[in-house]
């Protein structure tokens, strides 16, 4: 495939359902627009949900790092560009550039992909001719070095949430994006009003079910803050995050 079209342009306007109470693009639905673009592109290369589908996969997200330049705020035209980047053995990696109207890059980030099997929940590697379109583009790069696995968090503040109608997606669990709301949620309002995210890492390492309870660990922190969540259910480890101010 040529390498022009393994890359797309998604372009979105910021809605006021984006942004928080000061007109920024709340962090959780700056990934929801990465996320979307991933979608797109996957549907554009034929790795989409129907035809994942075809083979009882579905994509769920592993790792994401995303480093924000500068807020985007409401009502601003953004481009998300979204290209499929590298396979490691069944990780998926993709990244992302995200650009203003006039084409400042705003925020970047780099991600990996499990493709799981519907039934087993487990990791599979997808039929067909995916590591030539996984393997063109191996030298772009939004951000050359990958998340890596973050470190346990062995005591701070404890804040619970319970997996209600409102958090779960089509894959019939928590979605992605609500780790990160949960996460800032944690804050106060007087927090947010002076401070904006920097930097976003997340590994999601077990799914939440719908009304299970994940318990909220977030260390004593100031610019860094290292979060983990565990399944009160089951005592699994979540995911586990880190949030730069």
């Known amino acids: 495939m040529p390498q022009n079209k393994l890359t797309l342009l998604s372009p979105f306007k910021i809605t006021t ?3 928080d109470m000061h007109h920024r693009l709340r962090i959780g639905s700056l990934v929801n627009l990465l996320l979307q673009s991933a979608i797109n592109s996957a549907d554009n290369l034929g790795l989409g949900f129907e035809n994942l589908n075809k083979q009882n996969l579905a994509w769920v997200l592993s790792r994401i790092n995303v480093e924000i330049y500068k807020p ?3 009502s601003e035209q953004i481009v998300v560009e979204t290209w499929p980047k590298d396979l490691d053995k069944i990780l998926y990696i993709r990244d992302f550039v995200v650009r203003n109207a006039s084409g400042k890059i705003m925020a970047k980030a780099t ?34 070095q990958f998340p890596g696995k973050l470190m346990p968090v062995k005591q701070g503040d404890i804040f619970k949430n319970k ?4 958090d779960i997606d089509l894959n019939q669990h928590v979605t992605a994006t609500r780790y990160i ?14 401070n904006y995210p920097k930097k ?4 999601y390492l077990k799914e939440t079910l719908p009304t299970e309870i994940l318990k909220l660990t977030r260390s004593n922190c ?8 565990e399944n009160g259910t089951s005592s699994t480890k979540a995911f586990r995050g880190l949030i730069e101010f």
């Open 72 to 74: 985007i705020k409401w």
């Open 163 to 166: 997996a209600r109608y409102s």
């Open 181 to 194: 709301d949960w996460m800032m949620d944690t804050f106060d309002i007087d927090f947010h009003k002076n």
């Open 17 to 19: 359902a984006d942004t």
């Open 222 to 229: 100031e610019n860094v803050c290292s979060f983990e969540g």
């Open 200 to 203: 976003l890492v997340i590994n």
């Open 111 to 144: 991600s990996g992909w499990l493709a799981i099997d519907i039934e087993r929940r487990r990791p599979k590697v997808i039929e067909g001719s995916t590591s030539e379109i996984f393997s063109q583009l191996k030298e772009k790069h939004a951000i050359a």
